[in-house]
């Protein structure tokens, strides 16, 4: 069974479209967080970000600056979270990799913030963590 993104940009779904390309579709988020909130989605099916193809991630992010740099300057946007999640415990619900270009403004809708509930940070070991994470970079 298809995406919505996979029907979206195949046209069998409507969307309002903000940029398009052989390999990248931006359209506007249908639940618009602030407005301008727009998703960057790659044609080419990946589940996620970490599954994607280098040149089509890159290509994904491009658009997604462009379109940051852009509501920053058209829409007055004072900032903007660029966001994309991996997995259901992350918060993805469509499982075809996609870019988040949120615009935040002045006034009352603050940023973005993840914490670790319930769970006490101060004690963890993080010269111990960035070495095994490091490690595993060089993998």
Do not use: W
Not at 106 to 130: H, N, V, W, Y
């Amino acid at each position: 069974m298809e995406d919505i993104f996979c029907r979206i940009i195949k046209g069998e779904i409507p969307s309002t479209k903000i940029y398009e390309d052989d390999d990248v579709l931006a359209i506007l988020d249908i639940s618009q967080t602030t407005k301008g909130h727009t998703l960057v989605i790659p044609k080419a099916h990946c589940d996620n970000f970490l599954s994607c193809p280098a040149d089509i991630m890159h290509k994904v992010m491009d658009v997604a600056q462009r379109i940051g740099q852009a509501e920053m300057s058209i829409l007055g946007a004072k900032g903007v979270n660029i966001l994309t999640n991996v997995g259901e415990p992350a918060g993805q619900s469509v499982m075809h990799f996609h870019v988040h270009v949120i615009p935040r403004y002045l006034g009352g809708e603050g940023g973005f913030q993840i914490t670790m509930k319930g769970q006490d940070t101060s004690a963890m070991d993080l010269p111990r963590l960035a070495m095994d994470i490091s490690k595993a970079l060089k993998k």
